[in-house]
């Protein structure tokens, strides 16, 4: 339909028209959430640079697509770039509207996720508040937008390990979403996939199993099986098959996963990356040492070339891939490259979660049991930490939809 109205526009009112950018700029918005990032990238690029010439660079529409551009940016694993966007939306909004309009809080609460992807979770958490209290003050506790903040400061508490706190937030977005939006829209399934993983972070393998084959079920109807959401909670169950020792399933799943991403998103895509780290620790797990640590080598350049040497050090997936790799050096006698290596993920958890954490202890007596002697596997198996395999959350997250209603006129 998009299509069939951007010709007719172009036909009757020239390329440039603004009810030609609209569309451009909603043929963008379907791109992505197809997953076609390149698409996307060339329809919002075209809509910027031609409302920036109609309609100047403060202009609501134009701003608007400059922080879509930001959340493609971010989706890309362009974070530099994605800051730039939204620093540049947030500004303009708050000159042209006011500090508390709605617009402002979608540009706040893209922040918020920005900032978790960095690992600056206080900065994170500051901006789902500010989102979250100015939401209920204009919209309401049941509007999506308040229920999408309630689902991210969700997934902020889990990443610093409130568990009981995530839990609160995603049964109460989850009961929301399913009042406004019905049982099997994808923000509905969202937050069932998000229960999910922290399920299997509470050792709930049962009820996580059922929340991901719910979450699997309704986006292979509702996005088909090569969408990055079906991707992502196809990871989750090839996570939890492992936990379950169901190797053979895990490795379809993280196999599955791996190649959709790699199409859909590139290889070196931080959703691609945490697959390849995830497929590292299964590969441990069999005994497969030389094959995982080539996964740990793939991710952690990756993960170097996507965030630079500033972001590296408290991005968690990143940290999670260097635990694994320090386990796997500790198990093959590297011992001075496991310290190394388990002293910069210490010093990571610390700044991310606090020293009292569980993972920072884990660390602290791995380090000194190097110190002592050398670790030793139980029962001739080895035992790698489940945090080595990072959990898509993330990309449940919801950005507000009034960031995605550009509909011209």
């Known amino acids: 339909m998009y299509s069939r109205a951007l010709q007719g526009y172009e036909e009757a009112l020239g390329p440039k028209h603004t009810s030609t950018l609209n569309t451009v700029n909603n043929l963008g918005i379907l791109y992505k959430d197809q997953g ?20 100047g660079p403060k202009h609501t529409s134009t701003l608007l697509t400059v922080n879509n551009l930001g959340i493609l940016y971010k989706d890309q694993g362009k974070l530099t ?22 617009s402002i809080l979608s540009t706040v609460c893209c922040l918020g996720i920005l900032y978790e992807d960095q690992g600056k979770l206080a900065e994170a958490e500051a901006m789902y508040s500010r989102a979250l209290q100015g939401y209920k003050k204009a919209l309401g506790l049941k509007h999506t937008s308040t229920l999408n903040t309630v689902n991210n400061l969700g997934i902020l508490y889990a990443n610093q390990g409130k568990l009981a706190e995530a839990e609160a937030m995603y049964s109460r977005a989850l009961q929301g979403y399913e009042e406004a939006l019905g049982p ?13 993983i922290l399920y299997a972070n509470q050792g709930k393998l049962a009820e996580a199993e059922a929340m991901y084959s719910r979450a699997l079920q309704g986006y292979e109807e509702a996005l088909g099986p090569k969408h990055t959401s079906t991707l992502s909670t196809v990871c989750c169950l090839g996570t939890l098959y492992k936990d ?3 190797l ?27 697959t390849v780290n995830n497929l590292g620790i299964l590969y441990a797990n069999q005994g497969k ?10 991710a952690l350049q990756g993960y170097q070339e996507a965030l630079g040497p500033q972001l590296l050090p408290s991005y968690l997936p990143a940290l999670n891939t260097m635990f694994s790799y320090g386990d796997l050096f500790s198990l093959t006698g590297r011992k001075d490259l496991a310290k ?70």
């Open 184 to 196: 099997k829209h994808t923000s509905t399934l969202d937050t069932v996939n998000n229960l999910g």
């Open 248 to 274: 053979a399933e895990a490795e379809a799943m993280y196999s599955r996963a791996l190649q959709g991403r790699e199409e859909a998103l590139g290889r070196k895509h931080t959703s691609t990356l945490s």
């Open 81 to 102: 770039e994605a800051e730039a966007m939204y620093s540049r939306a947030l500004q303009g909004y708050e000159k042209a509207l006011g500090p508390k309009h709605t």
């Open 36 to 55: 076609k990032l390149a698409e996307a990238e060339a329809m919002y690029s075209r809509a910027l640079q031609g409302y920036e010439e109609a309609l």
């Open 289 to 298: 040492l030389a094959e995982a640590e080539a996964m740990y080598s793939r």
């Open 340 to 409: 190394v290596m388990y002293s910069q993920v210490l010093d990571g958890y610390k700044a991310v979660q606090g020293s009292s954490s569980k993972w920072c202890r884990q660390l602290e007596d791995r380090l000194q049991a190097l110190q002592v002697a050398s670790i030793e596997p139980k029962g001739g198996q080895v035992e790698f930490t489940e945090i080595g395999a990072p959990k898509p959350g993330p990309l449940k997250r919801k950005h507000s939809a009034s960031w995605e209603g550009q509909r011209g006129e």
């Open 244 to 246: 379950q020792g169901k």
